[in-house]
């Protein structure tokens, strides 16, 4: 499912569940030491994926340790995203000269929990929103709006290093399968910038299967992504 949002250059590997299995490295095994075995399975086979997109760039395999703000650590040249939720695991790849920010989500297609909505969007964002469910009661747009801000959030933090809040991104949903998000400002930015900071994120989004799919890619400004990169999916996954 989740190559039909990627651009060229981004490698990927998805899973459906945690049969297959999935070998940490000694650093990661500690981590999930004490943990419940079905959060360790969950934590194995999304590191396992995110090792097969790695292997799509020609990478060899590496212990990924969660750094400041809990972000995947992605070697040297490198950047990425890891996603998991109930009957879902993925990871994507890219090289950092290729793309700037990379930032994947994924949810159960189901309506937010009581409540949510009204710490995570704006009225005007819950006003959209409700236009569009009148236009198309079947699509789960409350979810996709959630997934879309937390891809968001995944592809600006191990950018900047800065947190942004729900209410930090203003996220407008396309029915065409696209969303845009725009950052309030005064925009978060750290002193100095590690990276040019644009206000505005592009994303794609998908919905099927029982579950809502988001992704943010940001390309490198004026460099083309290149031939698209081997998808590697695990043994059940189909699109």
Known sequence: ????????????????????????FAAEAALMEGRRERRRAQFATARACARRALAGLGREPVALLPGPGGAPQWPSGVVGSITHCEGYRAAVAAPAGVVAALGIDAEP??????????????????????????????????????????????????????????????????????FRAVLRPPVPVPVPVPVPVDPVYEGRWLAGGGLVLTVVARTVAGRAAGPAAAQATAGSAAS
Do not use: Q
């Open 1 to 24: 499912m989740i190559e039909e949002l990627l651009p060229p250059g981004v490698a990927s590997s998805e899973a459906f569940d945690d049969e297959a299995p999935a070998v940490l």
């Open 109 to 178: 297609a189901g309506p937010l929990p009581r409540g949510v909505l009204g710490l995570i969007a704006s009225a005007g964002e819950r006003a959209a929103l409700a236009s569009l469910a009148a236009a198309d009661g079947s699509v789960p747009w409350e979810r996709i709006f959630f997934s879309a801000k937390e891809a968001v959030y995944k592809a600006w933090y191990p950018a900047t290093g800065v947190w942004l809040g729900f209410r930090d991104a203003e996220v407008v949903l396309s029915p065409a399968g696209t």
